[in-house]
């Protein structure tokens, strides 16, 4: 698929046009941002480890019934997507204490929560990606009340199907970020599922396998991913 002019630039991807109006080649990027973009960097092969990790979990969830986006990986960097109407809101499903959700409840991370909890947020890096809630949806036009509680039936299917895939490579999913798209009245699954926006925890070890080793200055960052993409590569997802 032939690369045409370029649609817009996120902090990890580039979206491009394509001869079909109805495709889109999403472009991975090595840049790293965190804080609300406030710290920036670089992780070696980034875009290389999070289009394939992305293209193979998009493919099993494909396989369970979920509907995403994905078409086909086309190169080391390049996803060949559906052109979606993003919904402008960010849903966030945690199984277990970590992150800002640890420090705004005052708890430690790590407390394996009784329920499944699933937050949203207002896609909007000058804002900071406020949190909010069905009100704010429909009340600014984000999306529909019946939009929402599809978005949030689809997360929790997405957990089951992840909870047990990462558990069956030794990684706890504790929590991670989904994003959705209209084609017509239909919402499917869009941007990436990858360690930038997924939290990973090793079930034996405890350790990092995400972006939080680039938050917190971890160090070996490019090693998680790959390992990350190896056990799921071994996994034998295809």
């Known amino acids: ?76 960097r390049e996803m060949l997507i559906k052109r979606v109407d993003i919904i402008p809101i960010e849903v966030v499903v945690r199984n277990i204490t970590a992150g800002s959700l640890a420090k705004r409840m005052g708890v430690e991370e790590g407390r394996v929560m009784t329920e499944t909890i699933i937050e949203l947020y207002y896609k909007d890096d000058a804002l900071g990606d ?19 509680d599809i978005c949030r039936e689809k997360a929790l299917k997405v957990n089951k199907i992840m909870t047990a895939l990462f558990d069956d490579v030794g990684l706890t999913l504790v929590d991670y970020k989904l994003e959705f798209g209209r084609i017509g009245s239909e919402i499917i699954l869009a941007d990436e599922i990858s360690p930038d926006n997924c939290r990973l925890w090793d079930k034996v070890s405890g350790e990092k396998m995400d972006k939080d080793r680039f938050r917190r200055g971890l160090g070996n960052i490019e090693e998680a991913y790959q390992e990350v993409l190896k056990r799921l590569s071994e996994k034998g997802i295809k």
Do not use: C, W
Not at 3 to 22: C, R, V
Not at 59 to 69: A, C, M, P, R, V
């Open 130 to 148: 406020p949190m909010i809630n069905d009100y704010h949806v429909r009340a600014f036009g984000l999306g529909t009340q019946k939009e929402i």
């Open 1 to 76: 698929m032939k690369q045409g002019a370029q649609i817009s630039e996120g902090k990890a991807k580039i979206l491009y046009e394509t001869e079909d109006k109805s495709l889109i080649l999403q472009y991975f990027k090595d840049d790293a941002t965190a804080f609300d973009g406030k710290k920036k960097g670089s992780i070696k092969d980034k875009g290389i480890l999070n289009n394939s990790i992305s293209s193979l979990i998009f493919q099993l969830l494909e396989k369970e019934g979920i509907k995403t986006h994905f078409v086909e990986k086309v190169s080391d």
